[in-house]
């Protein structure tokens, strides 16, 4: 089997930034006890391999003893959160994505004097938690145009419009049209990083040519996810999976090109192992 790989697959720069910043961390002090608060990337394998080291994922700052580690996810944390973490004695290692650091600030300036930021991103996930505690004011998260129209802003009022940095490009954009149409005192802060635009890109361009598409990363990953749904809309069977092991067989019998691609959280190992797979076919 024909397998057409992503050249942008794996590790964006903000992972490898933070992965680096620990690891050297880990060389310096191998002895200081080191805690992520959640996560510090979004992949299970990568997870597990730290633990082996030592390195540990709370997800309560109260867990945080005097003189522990704690190093800040790729993601980032609330900046109430970092406070915390620092007045109770530890030591702060920032691994937030440059990326997102630069969202954080961003939101920061442009809210100070009163607008309210409007967030296009997943509630839930901790990098959005993260930006809405840099706003100033108020903040309202939307999913989706539907949820943006149900909230209902008031022209009148001062607007912030910004993105989870690994939101779709494209849907950002529509949003964006309509909002200027609608809010004449709108700021809109380009905040989508260019690794997340150049993986989709190139996951649509893949798609168009091959008859399936394989998408490996973790499943709590918001920029690997999109990626699969982004191969599912181009018409072709599309399969998200964390590591080769769960790749079926009867899947791909009467398929002749496969395309491949990963989140930017996603280890080389784990592209190789699936490539590997899929080839043997």
Known sequence: MKVVRAATAGFCMGVSLALQRLDRALEEQ?????RTLG?????????????????FCIDDEREVREGDRVVIRAHGIPRELEDAVRSRGAVVVDATC???KKAQLAIARATRNG??????????????????SYA???????????ALAAL?????????????????????????????ERLPRLEVLSTICDATR???????????EVDAMVVVGGRNSGNTRRLAELAAESGIPAWHVESAAELQRKNF??????????????PKRLIDEAQAWLEAI
């Open 136 to 146: 100033c004011g108020a903040a309202q998260v939307f999913g989706d145009e539907n």
């Open 115 to 132: 607008a309210t930021l409007l967030l296009f991103g997943e509630a839930a996930h901790p990098e959005v938690r993260g930006l809405v």
């Open 253 to 266: 019998q009467e398929k002749q090109t496969v395309g491949l691609t990963a989140g930017a959280s996603t």
């Open 152 to 180: 209902n802003p008031d022209p009148a009022r001062p607007y912030v419009l910004a993105s989870q940095t690994t939101q779709h490009r494209g849907a950002f954009e529509r949003i964006e049209a309509a909002l200027r």
């Open 98 to 100: 440059p990326r997102v």
């Open 198 to 208: 150049e993986r989709q890109d190139e996951a649509r361009r893949i798609a168009a």
């Open 39 to 55: 996560p510090i990337i979004h992949n299970p394998q990568v997870l597990a391999d730290y633990e082996q080291r030592g390195v």
């Open 30 to 34: 191998p002895a200081r006890p080191t």
